[in-house]
């Protein structure tokens, strides 16, 4: 699958470096962002395996490691204009 920014959806799963997995709303929750704003955080994710939040956090299953061959460099710049 390939990676895409988009929005959350119902079953959005985040594997936080070194905690393991769990539900991004759980993530959201520990990270105590309001839940107003929940839906307007981008994501980059494959499926409903969530890779970066924005301006937060990246998965364990995106990090650099030995066997990392590709690595891409990702600056999200907020949309100021809305």
């Known amino acids: 699958n390939k990676a895409v920014w988009r929005f959350r959806k119902l079953g959005d799963i985040f594997s936080k470096l070194g905690t393991g997995s769990k539900k991004l709303n759980d993530?959201?929750?520990?990270?105590?962002?309001?839940?107003?704003?929940?839906?307007?955080?981008?994501?980059?994710?494959?499926?409903?395996?969530?890779?970066?939040?924005?301006?937060?956090?990246?998965s364990e299953n995106a990090k650099i490691d030995g066997n990392?061959?590709?690595?891409?460099?990702?600056?999200?710049i907020p949309n100021t204009d809305c």
């Open 27 to 58: 993530y959201f929750t520990d990270k105590k962002i309001d839940s107003d704003i929940r839906d307007k955080v981008p994501v980059l994710a494959t499926g409903s395996q969530v890779l970066v939040v924005a301006n937060l956090d990246v």
């Open 68 to 76: 990392t061959d590709q690595i891409v460099r990702i600056k999200f």
